[in-house]
């Protein structure tokens, strides 16, 4: 395989594998079994919005236009805040927290929520369209490949993510479970949307 993909699919890796927002409630919802396809299928797509936005030069552009960041820190800020109350409330019922057919949200709730954590979060431009795009770059004629590189690894660690966590599903049996996943989850995006208002 061509060193340029090889070095794009872990370059990419190392970025989303870290634990934050999206893949918080990627892991959730796949303990779940909520909408697993479509919502993986959404945060790949996106990342490989981005990543080829980044390798097509578009980091540049928003380097120069620190307003867009500004309004996206704080926005992703105040939407994670109101995400954090929410699974603290859900840590606060047990008996909500059991997984059955019916306590499902609907397809289009879980799509803007994750669209919400993929487009509301500053860090995934920083990551994506900037820091990906600019060592794309610096390979010229290499760089689509580093791109594809990377795209490839945003799906592999998605779908790994969305149906590998339905094997947690046991468990996930028991209330305390929930009340854990959903605690750490609130304290993650309190502590994500902190950062971000800091920064």
Known sequence: ????????????????????????????????REHVLPLV?????????????GVAGLGALIQAQPTFLSLARYGGAAFLFVYALASARRALKAEQLIVDAG???????????????????????????ILLGSLASQREEGRWLFGTGAVGASFVWFFALGYG???LAPLFAKPVSWRILDSLVGMTMFALGGMLILE
């Not at 299928?41 to 936005?53: E, G, K």
């Open 1 to 32: 395989m061509p060193a340029d993909l090889i070095a794009g699919f872990l370059s990419g890796a190392v970025l989303i594998v870290a634990i934050g927002a999206q893949n918080s409630y990627v892991l959730r919802q796949g303990v779940r």
């Open 41 to 53: 299928l959404v945060c790949a797509s996106a990342d490989a919005l981005l990543i080829a936005a």
């Open 103 to 129: 306590s499902a949200a609907p397809l289009g709730v879980a799509l803007a929520s994750c669209l919400g954590f993929t487009f509301l979060n500053p860090h995934v431009y920083l990551d994506t369209v």
């Open 165 to 167: 966590a339905r094997f």
